[in-house]
């Protein structure tokens, strides 16, 4: 049967319900409503349902949403009860925060190595990953059955070191560097632009302030 497509809007999504429900469920909360997960999240009911009910829905009406189900499905739908190798290439102050992220580890994503092209780095540990050269890469990624890269690079050097890692087996970019990567088709890429999220909430902060200064 072919697989129905999902909006890239619903995908979005997904994470943040995801984020809810393990809140709810840290809180010891059983079962919610739509409603009262529209009151938490600041979407609309209906657009929750909507949302769920391109996976089949999850909910029963007059009971609500069983949470602690809903998470573990939505899990499933992220991939999440699955695990993922994955390496960062650039160690630099952002490459080592994501080092340093807890959490990756306990969603399923497992960092086994640190690459860098700074000798000066070589033999530093990061929460007790050893920071490694980039010429050790292709045997790395191999021999750890690599899946996914983080590059927290120059943008110079983002596209060329990206087709060295699919060539040896990666197939999943995490682009932080400061450009959009063309890549094979059969190569999943997320460019992630931390300056444009902070140019968003300078926008958001201008408009806010024009309509407050007009109400005044």
């Known amino acids: 049967?072919?697989?129905?497509?999902?909006?890239?809007?619903?995908?979005?999504r997904l994470p943040r319900y995801y984020r809810y429900l393990g809140d709810l469920l840290e809180d010891?909360?059983?079962?919610?409503?739509?409603?009262?997960?529209?009151?938490?999240?600041?979407?609309?009911?209906?657009?929750?349902?909507q949302d769920?009910?391109?996976?089949?829905?999850?909910?029963q009406q007059g009971y609500g949403y069983n949470v602690k189900y809903l998470y573990n499905e939505i899990?499933?739908?992220?991939?999440?009860?699955?695990?993922?190798?994955?390496?960062?290439?650039?160690?630099?102050?952002?490459?080592?925060?994501?080092?340093n992220y807890v959490k990756f580890e306990k969603r399923g994503f497992w960092i086994k190595g640190i690459f860098d092209v700074n000798p000066r780095l070589q033999g530093v540990t990061v929460r007790g990953i050893a920071i490694r050269m980039t010429d050790d890469l292709p045997q790395f990624v191999r021999d750890n059955?690599?899946?996914?890269?983080?590059?927290?690079?120059p943008k110079e050097?983002?596209?060329?070191?990206?087709?060295?890692?699919?060539?040896?087996?990666?197939?999943?970019?995490?682009?932080?560097?400061?450009?959009?990567?063309r890549l094979p088709e059969?190569?999943?890429?997320?460019?992630?632009?931390?300056?444009?999220?902070?140019?968003?909430?300078?926008y958001n902060i201008n408009?806010?302030?024009r309509e407050h200064e007009i109400k005044e």
């Open 75 to 99: 899990g499933k739908i992220l991939g999440l009860d699955k695990t993922y190798n994955m390496i960062i290439v650039g160690a630099g102050n952002l490459g080592q925060a994501l080092a």
């Open 1 to 12: 049967m072919e697989e129905k497509e999902i909006s890239k809007a619903v995908i979005k």
């Open 145 to 153: 059955e690599i899946k996914i890269a983080a590059l927290t690079l």
């Open 157 to 181: 050097n983002a596209e060329q070191m990206a087709n060295l890692l699919i060539e040896n087996g990666v197939k999943a970019i995490w682009n932080f560097a400061h450009i959009d990567l």
């Open 186 to 202: 059969d190569v999943i890429v997320e460019n992630v632009h931390l300056s444009e999220s902070l140019m968003q909430l300078s």
């Open 28 to 49: 010891g909360v059983e079962r919610i409503s739509s409603n009262e997960l529209s009151d938490r999240m600041q979407v609309t009911a209906s657009q929750i349902r």
């Open 207 to 209: 408009r806010y302030e």
């Open 52 to 59: 769920l009910n391109n996976f089949g829905g999850f909910g």
